[in-house]
Nanobody, 123 residues
Framework: VQLQASGGGLVQPGGSLRLSCAAS????????IGWFRQAPGKEREGVSC????????YYADSVKGRFTVSRDNVKNTAYLQMSSLRPEDTAVYYC?????????????????WGQGTQVTVSS
């Protein structure tokens, strides 16, 4: 069971990036996907998540209206579209999955974690 986040990079303030979270070894059909980030010296925080059942979503207040989470079960991949990026969005971004058929916001509820991808927002 593996999750691999990709798509990070260096972007100017106001720019956009799309992160991908590819699953291997299992089907995402029954799993919610959460996106988290960790900036240097700070705790890992939840950014967004999407359920497996009805595509319900959650967004942290800091990213509402700027980030969009989605999933493509055919491709076994989830996405995080990030727009209007700000320097404070700079962090390592991780995707994770909780146990099957659950939808949780807290990082404590997530079982499977992928390696992160660095997002740097700077001019």
């Amino acid at each position: 069971v593996q999750l691999q986040a990709s798509g990070g990079g260096l972007v100017q303030p106001g720019g956009s990036l799309r992160l991908s979270c590819a699953a291997s070894g299992f089907s995402l059909d029954y799993y919610a996907i959460g996106w988290f980030r960790q900036a240097p010296g700070k705790e890992r925080e939840g950014v967004s998540c999407i359920s497996a059942v009805d595509d319900s979503t959650y967004y942290a207040d800091s990213v509402k209206g700027r980030f969009t989470v989605s999933r493509d079960n055919v491709k076994n991949t989830a996405y995080l579209q990030m727009s209007s990026l700000r320097p404070e969005d700079t962090a390592v971004y991780y995707c994770a999955a909780p146990p099957p058929n659950t939808f949780v916001v807290s990082k404590d509820g997530y079982t499977f974690w992928g390696q992160g991808t660095q997002v740097t927002v700077s001019s």
